[in-house]
């Protein structure tokens, strides 16, 4: 087992990573910016190095800051969390040369999943279902009309370096293909500097359900079940929730299965997760495959009770998996907290926490780095706090929800937590008959009437 690990993210993550770690009687190592001295992770870590100014690129994306950190610390592995550096191959690619075992995919498992053309080829040859398309990249704007005429408008472009929305065009019908065809060039290729696309048939208002997976180095892989994120805006989680209420035990056989069958395909190891896209006749398509631990990880953990930082770092440390699944024993949910203004078109909110007070009681888990007093930079992610709750049933977990938010108090900044007090009153969301389509005509405009406690 590990020694020591290194840290290589901020906030509520990095605590999370060094409550386990803790747990299992490693040593911790915390980096971080000039504007995170005052952070949570730095206190409650063994060590901490800081790596570099507040701008990103200049701290926890700065390979070489982080890598001379964990030299000089002497840490055996390094845990990227997500978003920065965790599903950079150039980073996994220099940790293995400095013998750091860096607790996430191989360099050549983040390029293969990282390029959308080529993950979904790779899945096809699996047997796992995708979405009806061209097979790998357009060459040219002739060739995917001809093909967009065979699959049959509506379309959707997608750029093979994108994810999260970026570089994607729907395209209704052939007079929209040539101006699609440019702005998903364009945008891609300013946004990843690659700008080859690839083409689907756009299936309307799916739902987004991805499926928890851990792969050992065996090349063995199990599933710990769903988790439903159809709750978006512009590619922006708010709410996740476990199990899905559109699922069925038939469908979590066949979706844990499909999951089970892409991570094994490529000897995936460690925490992932495989996305799909589900249409309402509960067809199912892959969509992408998240090499990293995610935000939304910790409802599955509610839910099967597993601590899935320690099963990553366990599975790094060449522990096997046993050969089973895990499915949901309780109903879990999460509403992302966020320094953003709802009712102003989610305009971010940085500045000092003059006031707080956190909810707690049954079921009720908040994942967190902010305590009263601090300041919130300017230059990071704006979540600031994941409230999780579990309970016996889905109304349970949303009424609950709906007590907890009452209980929250912010002040100094503004929040999602009014987003989140409506969305909990609303009765099509109450209802779970909801896709990835629902907050497009959401009214943000009386969200002053959900603030209060
Ligand atoms: C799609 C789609 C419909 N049909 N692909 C959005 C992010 C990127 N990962 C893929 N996305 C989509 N791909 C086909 N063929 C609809 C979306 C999509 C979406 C997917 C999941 C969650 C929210 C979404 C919001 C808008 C569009």
Same mark, same amino acid.
């Given at each position: 087992?590990?020694?020591?690990?290194?840290?290589?993210?901020?906030?509520?993550?990095?605590?999370?990573?060094?409550?386990?770690?803790?747990?299992?009687?490693?040593?911790?190592?915390?980096?971080?910016?000039?504007?995170?001295?005052?952070?949570?992770?730095?206190?409650?870590?063994?060590?901490?190095?800081?790596?570099?100014?507040?701008?990103?690129?200049?701290?926890?994306?700065?390979?070489?800051?982080?890598?001379?950190?964990?030299?000089?610390?002497?840490?055996?592995?390094?845990?990227?969390?997500?978003?920065?550096?965790?599903?950079?191959?150039?980073?996994?690619?220099?940790?293995?040369?400095?013998?750091?075992?860096?607790?996430?995919?191989?360099?050549?498992?983040?390029?293969?999943?990282?390029?959308?053309?080529?993950?979904?080829?790779?899945?096809?040859?699996?047997?796992?279902?995708?979405?009806?398309?061209?097979?790998?990249?357009?060459? *040219?704007?002739?060739?995917?009309?001809? &093909?967009?005429? @065979?699959? $049959?408008?509506?379309? /959707?472009?997608? =750029?093979? !370096?994108?994810?999260?929305?970026?570089?994607?065009?729907?395209?209704?019908?052939?007079?929209?293909?040539?101006?699609?065809?440019?702005?998903?060039?364009?945008?891609?290729?300013?946004?990843?500097?690659?700008?080859?696309?690839?083409?689907?048939?756009?299936?309307?208002?799916?739902?987004?359900?991805?499926?928890?997976?851990?792969?050992?180095?065996?090349?063995?892989?199990?599933?710990?079940?769903?988790?439903?994120?159809?709750?978006?805006?512009?590619?922006?989680?708010?709410?996740?929730?476990?199990? *899905?209420?559109?699922?069925?035990?038939? &469908?979590?056989? @066949?979706? $844990?299965?499909?999951? /089970?069958?892409? =991570?094994? !395909?490529?000897?995936?190891?460690?925490?992932?997760?495989?996305?799909?896209?589900?249409?309402?006749?509960?067809?199912?398509?892959?969509?992408?495959?998240?090499?990293?631990?995610?935000?939304?990880?910790?409802?599955?953990?509610?839910?099967?009770?597993?601590?899935?930082?320690?099963?990553?770092?366990?599975?790094?440390?060449?522990?096997?998996?046993?050969?089973?699944?895990?499915?949901?024993?309780?109903?879990?949910?999460?509403?992302?907290?966020?320094?953003?203004?709802?009712?102003?078109?989610?305009?971010?909110?940085?500045?000092?926490?003059?006031?707080?007070?956190?909810? $707690?009681?049954?079921?009720?888990?908040?994942?967190?780095?902010?305590?009263?007093?601090?300041?919130?930079?300017?230059?990071?992610?704006?979540?600031?706090?994941?409230?999780?709750?579990?309970?016996?049933?889905?109304?349970?977990?949303?009424?609950?929800?709906?007590?907890?938010?009452?209980?929250?108090?912010?002040?100094?900044?503004?929040?999602?937590?009014?987003?989140?007090?409506?969305?909990?009153?609303?009765?099509?969301?109450?209802?779970?008959?909801?896709?990835?389509?629902?907050?497009?005509?959401?009214?943000?405009?009386?969200?002053?009437?959900?603030?209060?406690?």
């Amino acid at each position: 087992m590990f020694k020591k690990i290194l840290i290589a993210n901020r906030g509520e993550i990095a605590l999370r990573v060094i409550r386990t770690c803790r747990e299992m009687g490693i040593n911790t190592v915390a980096v971080y910016s000039t504007a995170d001295k005052d952070s949570l992770h730095v206190k409650f870590a063994d060590e901490a190095i800081c790596i570099g100014g507040p701008a990103s690129k200049d701290s926890y994306l700065n390979i070489p800051h982080i890598l001379a950190a964990a030299e000089i610390t002497n840490a055996d592995a390094i845990h990227p969390g997500y978003g920065f550096l965790a599903e950079n191959a150039e980073f996994s690619q220099v940790c293995q040369e400095y013998n750091i075992k860096f607790i996430g995919a191989s360099p050549e498992m983040i390029d293969k999943m990282g390029d959308k053309a080529t993950a979904k080829e790779t899945m096809k040859k699996a047997g796992v279902p995708v979405i009806p398309g061209s097979d790998g990249l357009l060459n *040219s704007v002739e060739e995917g009309k001809k &093909l967009a005429k @065979k699959i $049959g408008y509506p379309v /959707i472009l997608k =750029a093979t !370096a994108g994810g999260g929305g970026k570089g994607m065009r729907i395209v209704n019908s052939e007079d929209e293909f040539q101006k699609a065809w440019e702005d998903a060039r364009m945008e891609s290729g300013a946004a990843f500097g690659n700008d080859a696309l690839y083409m689907e048939k756009f299936i309307e208002e799916p739902r987004h359900i991805e499926i928890q997976i851990v792969g050992d180095r065996k090349g063995r892989a199990c599933h710990l079940s769903e988790r439903d994120c159809s709750i978006q805006r512009r590619h922006q989680k708010l709410v996740e929730e476990t199990p *899905s209420p559109f699922m069925t035990e038939e &469908l979590r056989e @066949k979706m $844990g299965e499909a999951a /089970i069958a892409a =991570a094994e !395909a490529i000897n995936y190891e460690g925490a992932g997760t495989v996305e799909f896209l589900v249409d309402k006749h509960r067809n199912f398509y892959f969509m992408e495959m998240n090499t990293r631990i995610q935000v939304e990880h910790p409802i599955t953990e509610e839910v099967t009770d597993f601590d899935l930082i320690k099963e990553q770092i366990k599975v790094a440390a060449g522990e096997l998996i046993l050969g089973i699944n895990y499915f949901p024993k309780l109903y879990a949910m999460e509403c992302r907290i966020n320094a953003e203004d709802p009712a102003n078109g989610f305009r971010p909110s940085p500045g000092r926490i003059t006031n707080l007070h956190m909810p $707690g009681g049954h079921g009720v888990r908040i994942d967190s780095h902010v305590y009263a007093g601090y300041v919130i930079p300017p230059n990071y992610d704006s979540m600031i706090a994941k409230l999780i709750v579990s309970g016996q049933s889905r109304e349970e977990v949303i009424t609950r929800m709906e007590r907890a938010l009452s209980e929250f108090v912010i002040e100094g900044i503004k929040t999602t937590i009014p987003f989140h007090l409506k969305l909990m009153r609303d009765e099509r969301f109450r209802s779970g008959n909801f896709t990835t389509a629902f907050l497009e005509d959401f009214d943000y405009s009386d969200l002053d009437e959900y603030t209060l406690y």
